[in-house]
């Protein structure tokens, strides 16, 4: 059974940083793309950053420069490091693993706010 668990998020002021990690089992994590969404309440959930089986990074613009992603293929795991973090970053954080057509999977979510 898949199992995608993340852990990291928390309460922070504007400027400041996390990081977010997710915890993979049930599947052969190497073969997977990796990634982080976010969704706000009333608002549709959104990539926020992938990092491919074969290590290739994409971002969705509001976060270049600012988030990183990486992923360890030994530990099973995908990590989100956040800096200089806005307001408007206030979401909660979804892992999820993507593979081809058929092969969809999801974590349950790690709430982020970033208020002062």
């Known amino acids: 059974q898949v199992h995608l668990v993340e852990s990291g998020g928390g309460f922070v002021q504007p400027g400041g940083s996390l990081r977010l990690s997710c915890a993979g089992s049930?599947?052969?994590?190497?073969?997977?793309?990796m990634n982080w969404y976010r969704q706000v309440p009333g608002k549709e959930r959104e990539i926020v950053a992938e990092i491919t089986s074969s290590g290739s990074t994409y971002y969705v613009d509001d976060v270049k420069g600012r988030f990183t992603i990486s992923r360890d293929n030994a530990e099973h795991t995908v990590t989100l490091q956040m800096t200089s973090l806005k307001p408007e970053d206030t979401a909660v954080y979804l892992c999820?693993?993507?593979?081809?057509?058929?092969?969809?999977?999801w974590g349950q979510g790690t709430q982020v706010t970033v208020s002062s």
């Open positions: 999820n693993a993507h593979r081809g057509r058929y092969y969809n999977h």
């Open positions: 049930g599947f052969t994590f190497s073969t997977y793309a």
